[in-house]
Nanobody, 123 residues
Framework: QVQLVESGGGLVQPGGSLRLSCAASGSIFRLNAMGWYRQAPGNQRELVATITSRGSTNYADSVKGRFTISRDNAKNTLYLQMNNRKPEDTAVYYC?????????????????WGQGTQVTVSS
């Protein structure tokens, strides 16, 4: 099992910066990748950014150039640095980790989620 706990959410003015953290515990060495998702009221949960166990990153187009995902393996912590925040970034942000398992041809994916942290961008 993997446990994920987010922190760092809050209120920030447009153009401001905020950093989210996700402390991971458990069998994190089994994870293929970790990432951040967000869900605004009335919307589906959407991908923000991911980082693989090898350090490869991927970003949603809406956050490219503004957000940076990183991980500190020694601290088992995932980060999301958010700069130049916009009102449309307001959402609950979730930390995610996943791993693939099963025999070839019958591979499945197991996702782990944190409880979420609210981020509000408003003046």
């Amino acid at each position: 099992q993997v446990q994920l706990v987010e922190s760092g959410g809050g209120l920030v003015q447009p153009g401001g910066s905020l950093r989210l953290s996700c402390a991971a515990s458990g069998s994190i060495f089994r994870l293929n990748a970790m990432g951040w998702y967000r869900q605004a009221p009335g919307n589906q949960r959407e991908l923000v950014a991911t980082i693989t166990s090898r350090g490869s990153t991927n970003y949603a187009d809406s956050v490219k150039g503004r957000f940076t995902i990183s991980r500190d393996n020694a601290k088992n912590t995932l980060y999301l640095q958010m700069n130049n925040r916009k009102p449309e970034d307001t959402a609950v942000y979730y930390c995610n980790g996943y791993r693939y398992y099963g025999p070839v041809g019958r591979v499945e994916r197991k996702d782990y989620w944190g409880q979420g942290t609210q981020v509000t961008v408003s003046s």
